[in-house]
């Protein structure tokens, strides 16, 4: 098949290079000039994925929009969520009409409280048959080295996500298929905001029964919300459950976790942020959490209390108080 990856951050371009392994044409599109020349010229993207020295031959790249996506099949958004919106709004009326858009993003947009299939749907002007989510355990340098991993497609229409999961399976990567869109955008954006959380703790010195205690009352909040927007509870036990949270709380290649870490060893937010290797969605994607459960009428604790961390800047001490009211309540 023809796919185009919108976006050669990591995981664009660890995901291009898996479409690639299992026999398609790949076609990137970035904004800088520097990674288009590296992936088309060189077979290398030396400012976002370095550690993958050659990328397949099938993999080019381009910064025409219009002709990235001109005979795509497949077009896969790979930007960072809350720009999302405005990259894709330049894209409306090029993609083909038959082409399935697939979102690898994991992020609330702020302000607005929406998940990202409400945001690309929205953007394109695309029917749900023809939005696929991807989530899972996938950090993408493993990826890129071409470790056993899996992950979950999501779409409306079942027979479009086994397209999608036919089109990214090969001898190292492995797709389920579910019509559970909610639950795949739910999980993947709200344990980011966790793993922000466990890294904090971590960074601050803090042990396992730590760990264990926010990862798993974080499980608790992401269910309680995915569950009140419409998500499928079966999904948050599944691989983009619990599963990404097990990856991404216990590695520092997680961006949000080593985000989370820098805080609990003392950076600010800015520090933090000027050293974060590429987007940590889970910090502007708690505040819109937090509005979220608002707006459904759910407790969001751990969100809150991270909320406060990144705005008011209360210490890792203050954070993990505040998960728990006082009174003795049922798990
Ligand atoms: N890395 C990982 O392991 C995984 C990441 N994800 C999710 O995938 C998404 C992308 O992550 P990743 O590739 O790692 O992130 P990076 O930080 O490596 O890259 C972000 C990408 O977004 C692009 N971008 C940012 N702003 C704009 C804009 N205004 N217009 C167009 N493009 C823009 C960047 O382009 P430019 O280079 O020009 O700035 C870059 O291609 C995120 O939502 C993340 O949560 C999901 C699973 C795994
Ligand atoms: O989503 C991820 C792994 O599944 C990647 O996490 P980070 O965005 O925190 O690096």
Redesign the pocket.
């Known amino acids: 098949m023809n796919i185009t990856v919108l ?6 371009t660890a995901f291009g290079q898996v479409l690639a392994d299992a026999g398609n044409n790949v076609t990137m599109w ?3 000039p520097e ?1 288009v020349e590296g992936i088309r010229d060189h077979h290398h993207n030396g ?2 994925l370095p550690s993958v020295e050659k990328l397949p031959d099938n993999m080019t790249a381009t910064g025409d929009r219009a002709e990235s996506v001109k005979d795509a099949e497949i077009v896969v958004v ?4 809350q ?1 999302a919106r ?2 894709l709004a330049d894209f409306k009326g090029l993609i083909p009409s038959d082409a399935i858009v697939v979102s ?4 609330i947009e702020r302000g607005t409280s929406k998940r990202m299939d409400e945001v690309v749907r929205e953007a394109l002007d695309l029917p749900a048959d023809r939005f696929a989510a991807i989530s899972g355990p ?3 340098k493993e990826i890129a080295d071409r470790q056993p991993a899996a992950t979950v497609v999501g779409c409306a229409n079942i027979d479009n996500a086994r397209k999608v999961a036919a089109a990214c399976t090969t001898d190292y990567f492995k797709a389920f298929v579910t019509t559970d869109v909610i639950g795949l955008e739910m999980c ?1 954006s709200l344990k ?1 905001v966790v793993a922000l959380a466990v890294g904090m703790a971590r960074g601050a010195g803090y042990g396992e029964n730590t760990a264990a205690m926010i990862e798993t009352r974080g499980l608790a909040e992401l269910t309680a919300l995915g569950q009140a927007a419409g998500a499928d509870p079966k999904t948050f036990a599944g691989l983009a459950g619990v599963g990404d949270l097990i990856a991404t709380c216990g590695s520092p290649l997680s ?1 949000n976790y080593t985000f989370g870490s820098n805080l609990g060893k003392g950076l600010s937010v800015e520090e933090a942020t000027r050293v974060s290797n ?2 940590a ?1 889970g910090v502007p994607t708690t505040d819109a959490v937090v509005a979220l459960g608002d707006e459904l009428g759910v407790p969001t604790p751990l969100a809150f209390a991270m909320s406060r961390v990144l705005s008011e800047g209360i210490s890792c001490q203050q954070m993990l108080a505040e998960l728990f009211g006082s009174e003795i309540t049922e798990e």
């Open positions: 976006g050669a951050g990591a995981w664009g970035a904004r800088e990674i400012v976002r790979a930007i960072a969520a720009f405005v990259a690898l993003m994991k992020g996938n950090l993408s993947g980011n961006r590429g987007v969605e």
